[in-house]
């Protein structure tokens, strides 16, 4: 039988730059023999927990990490977001960040001091993961294990979800990847529909020299667009700024269109370069010359994959017949500049299970649901 003391775990709470280290360094062993993970760069992970990150201007967090005779097995956080908290009024925090052996041991100490930690800060309800808010990497991948995850998504081990779910969790929203061809043909009256209102909507590609204008644009139909939406916190300006600005220098101007009705903006797109495929041999390293291939593969080569991570139409269209003929048309867009790029494989997500609009517009169009994300909830 096992030493019980060789079973205990010990839980730190993250705070100095070698408990940070071994944060980061955790999922690299983890992953060691999967061969769909792929090693984030090491300073977008810095960067995620530095105090420049705007998320933390409206929220408060704690990170932990579990150890085993002195070795890192484990680790989470756990977040309270304060416009999750005005937009819900629900005293719900989030944990995230989750990255542990398989050993409910392991799990059950990571999810209680999470759980604990949130208790303690007046909350009711722990949802998670969310990596570190909704409008990041959110959910538990629980199907589609063997192939990689694209920019932006996240991966998992195949344990995990029952693991969570030894712990009381329950799944509360399952969240869809779908992949598609870029080069898929246009159903005939999806094509029809556009036809009669070209003349009222155009389609554009953003301006770069007009970038913040469109930024703007893009923030405002967001936050219209996703009103409603299961979970929804409204992105803010100083965010979205960073995160307009950082992924500019990564894509062509194509990749982002607007459309306007009558000239005024009404629906948008963003579609990534699959920065996950740039990187995949790099094992988060961008020295010494990391950062070269990177910057070849994605400006000269260009990845043959992307990822379209966010659209809206805003909602005064959502329920109309045009609402759908702006989703397409700018779908159409923004693939047939993927399609001139030489992009093979897209992702589009993630999709709501129950979005039932959006998804038979992509399946329209030849989308395939090809990985599963799941959110949980446990009341505290």
Request: charged letters at 25%; aromatic letters at 10%.
């Amino acid at each position: 039988m096992a030493d019980p003391e060789h079973l205990a775990v010990t839980l730190q709470v993250v705070t100095e730059r070698a408990q940070w280290r071994q944060f980061r360094a955790l999922p690299h062993r983890l992953y060691a023999a999967d061969p769909a993970w792929i090693a984030p760069l090491d300073v977008e992970q810095r960067q995620r927990f530095s105090p420049a990150n705007h998320f933390f201007d409206h929220a408060r967090w704690r990170a932990w990490l579990a150890l085993r005779d002195g070795v890192p097995v484990g680790r989470i956080t756990a977040q309270i977001d304060e416009l999750h908290l005005r937009q819900h009024a629900d005293a719900t925090g989030y944990f995230g960040m989750l990255e542990a052996e398989d050993d409910p041991v392991v799990f059950a100490a990571l999810l209680g001091a999470a759980a604990d930690w949130l208790r303690s800060e007046g909350m009711q309800r722990v949802r998670g993961p969310m990596n570190l808010h909704i409008n990041e990497e959110v959910g538990l991948l629980v199907d589609g294990f063997s192939t990689p995850p694209f920019v932006l998504m996240g991966h998992a081990r195949p344990y995990y979800g029952a693991a969570i779910e030894g712990q009381g969790y329950r799944g509360v929203k399952d969240l869809l990847a779908y992949h598609i061809r870029p080069d898929f043909e246009a159903p005939r009256v999806m094509t029809r529909l556009a036809g009669r209102v070209s003349e009222r909507v155009k389609v554009r590609a953003v301006r770069r020299k007009q970038l913040a204008e469109d930024a703007a644009i893009m923030l405002d139909i967001f936050n219209d667009a996703w009103h409603n939406n299961w979970g929804f916190v409204p992105l803010v300006a100083a965010e979205w700024e960073d995160t307009v600005q950082t992924l500019g220098k990564l894509m062509p101007d194509d990749y982002i269109q607007i459309a306007e009705y009558d000239g005024e903006p009404v629906a948008f797109i963003v579609a990534l370069p699959n920065l996950n495929e740039a990187i995949r041999d790099l094992k988060g390293k961008l020295l010494p010359f990391g950062w070269a291939k990177l910057l070849w593969r994605l400006k000269v080569r260009h990845p043959a994959t992307a990822r379209i991570p966010l659209m809206g139409v805003r909602q005064s269209f959502q329920h109309s017949r045009l609402g759908p003929t702006l989703a397409f048309m700018v779908i159409d867009a923004v693939r047939k500049a993927m399609h001139a790029r030489g992009v093979k494989d897209v992702e589009m997500g993630w999709i709501l299970e129950d979005n039932d609009g959006m998804c038979n517009i992509i399946e329209t169009i030849g989308g395939q649901a090809y990985k599963r994300y799941r959110v949980y909830e446990k009341e505290l």
